[in-house]
């Protein structure tokens, strides 16, 4: 079936289509730019952006996928988890475009929507279940265990305060490194020391691993970071950017392979998939790599359009929906802002 996804969970509005697992069309517009000034995403700005947004991108996509409106057999849209605002927007959209074609309509989890990217970029060669998922953005550090992407997601561990994109972006502003800061820090990063500075790995301690063996804690890193600047500067010493974010980068990075590996071995798959814009960072990329090749684990990175959100993912989520047979979510099913990971579908009959 030809499937049109729609994603406005946080910055971009994204309309992305598929017919089974080939990816017909992914237009992005992100709303990043009006958000600069601000350092971060701002919800109502957010909102207000995609309602501009929305009609003129699923334009552009049924154009690009060389389609038209008739020809969609189907919607579906990220319902949640998200900024409230933002995922009423695209929900209430998705709605009306499934009532006027008359087609199914299949509200999605955003976070699954990330492993369902997967199947665009297999050339035939799609990820065999189960898998381990590492999901890292602006607003999600996420940990998945996921045995059927239809219906057996189960969350493993996630941040328990900022997320690592999230501690890019806090860190490059304390460098006086311009929004967002995580591909500032990538490039200034690779002409620094990733020794000169050890800074704290969260929640890697055995007294902390008890309970958190695959959560993230990211907040303790950035001030972390913030103390060892304000150190220097007061004492009227230049800070070595490049070390400091070298050091950082190799600290989330380490922690973050560390724990993700860590499920691997602890639940006996031989797989990770990796997702999210922080996964555009090159040294999370090379470390993957590294420490897959040694444990024996068969990586998988789509490219990076499919990484950040995009609408294409949900669009090949609703697809894999269909072909499990599953009914369409029901129309009157709401945006939920803290859809859980465990809901892959939300408003099934
Ligand atoms: P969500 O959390 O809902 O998926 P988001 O918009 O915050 O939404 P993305 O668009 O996937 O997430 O990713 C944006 C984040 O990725 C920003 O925090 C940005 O700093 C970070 N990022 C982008 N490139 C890099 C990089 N090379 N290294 C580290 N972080 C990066
Ligand atoms: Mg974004
Ligand atoms: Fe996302």
Known sequence: PVVLGIETSCDETGVGIVR????????????????????????????????????????????????????????????????AGALMVGVGAAKALALSLGVPFYAV?????????????????????????????????????????????????????????????KVARILGLPYPGGPQIDRVA????????????GLSLPKDMAAHRYDFSFSGLKTAVARWVEKRRDAGE??????????????????????????????????????????????????????????GVELRIPPFSLCTDNGAMIAALGAQLIRAGRAPSDLGVPADSTLPVTEVQAGRA
């Not at 992914?26 to 350092?39: L, Q, T």
């Not at 699954?112 to 550090?141: F, I, R, W």
């Not at 973050?256 to 602890?266: P, Q, R």
């Open 20 to 83: 089974g697992t080939e990816l017909l069309a992914n237009v992005i517009s992100s709303s990043m730019d009006e958000h600069a000034r601000y350092g971060g995403v701002v919800p109502e700005v957010a909102a207000r952006a995609h309602l501009e947004a929305i009609g003129p991108v699923i334009t552009a996509a049924v154009a690009e996928a060389g389609l038209s409106l008739d020809d969609i057999d189907a919607v579906a849209v990220t319902s949640g988890p998200g900024l």
């Open 238 to 295: 230049p800070v070595p950017v490049a070390d400091v974010a070298a050091s950082f980068r190799e600290a989330v990075a380490d922690v973050l392979l560390t724990k993700a590996l860590n499920a691997c071995a602890d639940t006996g798959v031989p797989r990770l998939l990796l997702g999210g814009g922080v996964v555009a960072n090159a040294r999370i990329r090379d470390l993957a790599h590294e420490r897959a090749a040694a444990a």
């Open 109 to 169: 989890n955003h976070l699954v929507g990330h492993v369902g990217a997967d199947v665009l970029a297999a050339e035939g060669q799609p990820l065999s279940y189960p898998t381990v998922a590492l999901l890292v953005s602006g607003g999600h550090t996420s940990l998945l265990l996921v045995r059927d992407i239809v219906d057996d997601v189960e969350l493993l561990g996630e941040t328990i305060d900022d997320a690592a994109g999230e501690a890019f972006d």
């Open 190 to 201: 690779a002409d620094g020391d990733p020794r000169a500075i050890r800074f704290p790995r």
